[in-house]
């Protein structure tokens, strides 16, 4: 297959390259650095979906603002999907988060709040011409540094009270890449939303502290480490823990003894 990615210097993004080109698919790599900004960049996008089968929507923004996120998820996707149709791409695939389609979390977390306008947009816009996946994953391993480095403050790291089923993102490129195959060998029956995590519920304090004593916390070796509710009870009693899906094999413990936890956050 021929896929697209957009976001493929990113955290994920870059994995599922490589998972692509390992299985002999053709990646097509769209980011920031080839000067391709998709929220106001149509016809270059239309030349890059050109001829491919899929395309994979796997684009960040790092924001505490909810009003930029949401412009920016839900401008790309109406971007990203008219494009797609113009190109006549048959399967688009947009990574989420799991549960973020819940009131109460958007409440108290409003970039969740943006994820769900994102895939709200993309579904509008398929106007059933073209088939949508939506993989809802649970947070990456690979995150926690970057929240422990925005909760920083000071000697202080104020995490959010906050269970998660935490998910190695490896994990989530080699089921998104199994799915697409799946949707290949089936054509016409591609899955529609798929939930992907972790097998342990821990906090976000537990994971930070464990990759704290396996010095996997860079900058913060020193830190302390604290837990305050700012996140509102939804998401501090599990709210963001998804009660079905696929759960992963990865443990915290395997994860620190095996996983390259360096990240890029800016996903582009």
């Given at each position: ?5 957009l ?8 994995l ?8 002999a ?10 000067g ?12 890059a979906?050109?001829?491919c ?13 909810a009003a ?36 109460a ?6 970039y969740?709040?943006?994820?769900a306008a ?7 816009h ?20 970057v ?10 790291v ?5 269970k ?25 029956h ?11 519920e ?7 502290e464990a ?16 837990e ?26 395997e994860?620190?003894d095996?996983?390259?936890t ?7």
């Open positions: 297959m021929r896929i697209a990615v976001g493929a210097t990113g955290t994920l993004g870059s599922i390259v490589r998972e692509l080109e390992y299985r698919h053709e990646a097509v790599p769209i980011h920031r650095g080839m391709v900004d998709v929220t106001d960049d149509r016809d270059r996008l239309i030349d979906f050109t001829d089968d899929v395309v994979i929507d796997t684009l960040n923004m790092t924001t505490l603002n930029r996120a949401r412009e920016f998820f839900t401008t790309a996707a109406v971007e990203v999907m008219a494009a797609v149709q113009a190109a006549q791409v048959p399967h688009v695939v947009v990574v989420s988060i799991a549960e973020a389609d819940r009131p979390v958007g409440r108290g977390y409003p969740y709040a943006a994820k994102q895939e709200r947009a993309y579904r509008g398929s106007r059933g011409r073209t088939a949508l996946t939506v993989i809802r994953s649970t947070q990456w391993f690979e995150l926690v540094p929240m422990v480095s925005m909760a920083a403050a000071g000697p202080v104020a995490l959010p009270v906050m998660m089923a935490p998910v190695s993102v490896s994990s989530v490129a080699r089921i998104l890449v199994d799915r697409l195959e799946d949707a290949e060998r089936w054509p016409g591609p899955p529609r939303t798929v939930t992907v995590h972790g097998p342990q821990l906090t976000a304090l537990r994971v930070a990759m704290q004593a396996a010095d996997r916390l860079p900058g913060a070796e020193n830190q302390k480490l604290i305050i509710p700012y996140l509102g009870p939804t998401i501090a009693s599990g709210g963001l823990i998804p009660q079905q899906g696929i759960i992963d094999s990865v443990t915290l413990r994860w620190l095996t996983a390259d360096a990240v890029d956050a800016a996903e582009s």
